[in-house]
């Protein structure tokens, strides 16, 4: 009998890449911008949101129409090899290097949330949950890592939004706030952490190759292009809507109050609803902020560093097993000697620096080749949106790498 074909529906790749911005960064500026300006920055908030959809939209929709990972795109389509290999220089660097940096705190903050409530110490925490990855990133089987991440981000989903909906004023404030954006005095660093936490350059590369992997070449376009579509503008808004709820709650609880910010103290504000319970239950949303980003970072690394290199990036080839589990590994290490890898991490801020920006244009410049995507390329509404996008994800990369030099 033959084998029926995948079907378009449901949820997946967005997910993954609100799977991976929620995590222990994201939660922690969303926290700082709610607790220091309360509802001032709402506006950045939205922003961000529609920035990322925009630009992991024509990921997608260049990985659907190419059947290629972005990396692969970017490394063949450049008529100049300086531009390619720049490419791969900086993707490998950026991505490969920085999320291995970054991974002792994915790792750190799922520990954290644990040990907090168990009143033990982090490192042993730490392995369990590099362990735990590891067996789940090793089956090699997509469908089972896209049931758990999108368990997980339920799971943050449903905790922060309860954190909102008993500590937080009506959405009143929230519209207000959106028809009169402000920058109060100090902000401009909080604005530029809240944009970055969540226009990320390695979920692009990541939502390309999740996107191949969900929609296969015997889902027609004219069915997978619009689902695509569809669960980007969908996933990604739910991560906006924790991030306001995380904010919001900051607010509530900090912003003009001598209290100083703590993240386990925002959990004070579920007790009306959920009496003793609420500490373990903001905890399991601190847990598996960390946990979604600590199985997002290596297979955006993966795929990101073969596509690339020109190796194998399917999930069960060993090029891609071994950038996956180096990640891991590496960041697993860090996180359980309870030391922070600074001049990695300094390194990986400075590339992805220039990376976003890269990307960014590259991205643009992809998705207008006719000759790559026919009828599929940009329309002038696309390049518009792109265009805006561009410019604030190169003003971004220059701040970051301002920062990382010690300008700012």
């Known amino acids: 009998m033959a084998q029926r074909p995948k079907r378009a529906g449901g949820f997946g790749p967005g997910l993954l890449v609100t799977a991976a ?17 309360g509802y001032a920055l709402v506006w950045a908030l939205l922003f961000s949101v529609v920035a990322t959809v925009v630009l992991q939209e024509m990921a997608a929709r260049q ?27 900086l993707v490998v660097a950026a991505i490969g290097l920085g999320n291995a940096a970054y991974e002792a705190g994915n790792i750190t903050g799922a520990a954290v949330a644990v040990a907090g409530v168990t009143g033990s110490g982090t490192g042993p925490w730490a392995i369990a949950i590099g362990v735990g990855a590891a067996l789940l990133l090793g089956t090699g089987h997509y469908r089972l890592l896209e049931r ?43 604005v530029i952490a809240l944009i970055g936490t969540t226009v990320v350059p390695y979920n692009l590369f990541l939502h390309a190759n999740a996107a191949r992997e969900k929609w296969p070449a015997s889902v027609p376009l004219a069915e997978a292009l619009p689902a695509a579509r569809r669960d980007s503008v969908l996933s990604i808004g739910l991560g906006g809507l924790i991030t306001l709820a995380i904010l919001s709650t900051a607010a509530v609880a900090f912003f003009g109050s001598d209290e100083a910010f703590d993240a386990f103290a925002m959990a004070a504000q579920l007790e009306p609803l959920l009496g003793p319970a609420a500490g373990p239950v903001f905890a399991a949303g601190l847990f598996a902020g960390g946990l979604t980003s600590a199985l997002t970072a290596p297979l955006a690394a993966g795929y990101a560093v073969c596509g690339a290199l020109g190796w194998r990036g399917g999930l069960r080839d060993r090029p891609f097993r071994a950038v996956c589990f180096a990640v891991l590994a590496s960041g697993t290490l860090f996180a359980a000697l309870g030391t922070r890898p600074l001049a990695a991490i300094l390194f990986a801020q400075a590339a992805n620096g220039l990376l976003l920006p890269f990307v960014a244009l590259a991205l643009l410049y992809l998705m207008n080749r006719k000759d790559l995507l026919g009828a599929h390329r940009n329309g002038p509404l696309g390049n518009l949106l792109g265009a805006i996008v561009v410019a604030v994800a190169t003003g971004l990369g220059l701040v970051k790498l301002a920062s990382v030099a010690g300008l700012l």
């Not at 059947?67 to 490419?87: D, K, Q, V, Y």
């Not at 954190?163 to 920058?183: D, K, Q, S």
């Open 21 to 37: 911005f929620i995590g222990p960064g994201t939660i922690t500026t969303a926290s700082n911008a709610g607790a220091n300006f």
């Open 148 to 190: 758990v991440l999108i368990a997980l981000v339920l799971l943050m989903s449903a905790v922060f939004l309860a954190c909102a909906v008993v500590a937080a004023p009506g959405p009143e404030i929230v519209v207000e706030a959106l028809a009169r954006p402000g920058f109060p005095e100090g902000s401009a660093l909080t």
């Open 63 to 89: 990985a659907l129409a190419t059947r290629a990972g972005l990396a692969e795109t970017m490394r063949t389509a450049f008529s100049s090899p300086i531009l390619g290999r720049l490419a791969v220089i």
